[in-house]
C-alpha cells in the first residue's frame, strides 16, 4: 500500500471548518484514500473513503486533488467531540498475493484539538 | 456503540500470569482481527481471523494465542508477557475479509504487564 503523509497535529476552532490535508504522491490507480478517527480511549471509527470523485456523508467531505496525490478531509462544523486523532490510509481495491490486500494499516496520523 | 464489545476494559497482569482478552460481535461479520496499539505507536495488526480460521499472523511472539470458536467471539490469550507488551489491544470485525470492508472496533483493552 502507498504511504501517506500527515501534519502531525492541528488545532481548530469550535464550529469552524476543519480542513485536514493528506499527501499520498505514490498511490496506484486501484488504491481508495481511507479515513478513519480515534478519540482518546477508543477503538478506531470509520469516517469516509474514496477513489478518485469528492465524497460527502453525514460525518465528512473527502476532496481527492484530480491526480490523486493528495486528499483534503473536511469536517464543515467542528464540535469538541471531533478531537481525535485522525487517519488517511490508502488501500488497495483489489487483494492479491503481491499486495496487503484487506489489511488496514495505520499510520501515525494527525492529532485534531478542536478548541472552544 | 460499535457493536463490538472487548472486555476486560483494563488488565493489570504479572509476568507469570496466564489471562484472556474477550471480543464479540452482534454485526454478523466474519472477519475478526486484533490490533496492538503502543503508546506513541501506529497500530499494529496482529491476527487476522476469516470464518472462524486464521489467515494471517503479523510474526506475533508465541506468548499471545489467539482463539476464534465462532464467527461472533475472539479471544486472545496472554502468557508470560513482557513489561513491553503494555498497550491498549483492539478488536476489530468487519462483514467480510478484503479490501473495501470497514472494519469496526471496539474500545479496547488497556492491558498493564508488571
Known amino acids: 500500500d502507498a504511504k501517506t503523509t500527515q501534519p502531525p497535529s492541528m488545532d481548530c476552532a469550535e464550529g469552524r471548518a476543519a480542513n485536514l490535508p493528506c499527501n499520498h504522491s505514490?498511490?496506484?490507480?486501484?488504491?481508495?484514500v481511507y479515513w478513519y478517527r480515534q478519540i482518546h480511549s477508543q477503538g478506531p471509527q470509520y469516517i469516509i473513503h474514496?477513489?478518485?470523485n469528492n465524497e460527502t456523508n453525514e460525518m465528512a467531505s473527502l476532496i481527492i486533488t484530480e491526480d490523486r496525490k493528495s486528499s483534503t478531509l473536511i469536517l464543515p462544523h467542528a464540535t469538541l467531540r471531533d478531537t481525535a486523532v485522525y487517519y488517511c490510509?490508502?488501500?488497495?481495491?483489489?487483494?492479491?498475493?503481491?499486495?496487503?490486500?484487506?489489511?488496514?494499516?495505520f499510520g501515525q496520523g494527525t492529532e485534531l484539538s478542536v478548541k472552544p | 456503540e460499535t457493536g463490538v464489545t472487548q472486555t476486560p476494559r483494563h488488565l493489570v497482569m504479572g509476568m507469570t500470569n496466564k489471562k484472556s482478552l474477550k471480543c464479540e460481535q452482534h454485526?454478523?461479520?466474519?472477519?475478526m482481527y486484533w490490533y496492538k496499539q503502543s503508546a506513541k505507536k501506529p497500530l499494529e495488526l496482529m491476527f487476522v481471523?476469516?470464518?472462524?480460521?486464521?489467515?494471517e499472523n503479523n510474526s506475533v511472539p508465541s506468548r499471545f494465542s489467539p482463539e476464534c470458536p465462532n464467527s461472533s467471539h475472539l479471544f486472545l490469550h496472554l502468557h508470560t508477557l513482557q513489561p513491553e507488551d503494555s498497550a491498549l489491544y483492539l478488536c476489530?470485525?468487519?462483514?467480510?475479509?478484503?479490501?473495501?470492508?470497514?472494519?469496526?472496533f471496539g474500545s479496547g483493552t488497556q492491558l498493564s504487564v508488571l
Open positions: 505514490t498511490i496506484s490507480g486501484n488504491e481508495y
Open positions: 481471523y476469516n470464518f472462524k480460521e486464521q489467515t
Open positions: 474514496g477513489l478518485k
Open positions: 454485526l454478523g461479520h466474519n472477519a
Open positions: 490510509i490508502v488501500r488497495f481495491a483489489t487483494a492479491n498475493i503481491y499486495n496487503q490486500g484487506g489489511k488496514l494499516i
Open positions: 476489530a470485525s468487519s462483514p467480510r475479509l478484503g479490501v473495501g470492508e470497514k472494519l469496526f
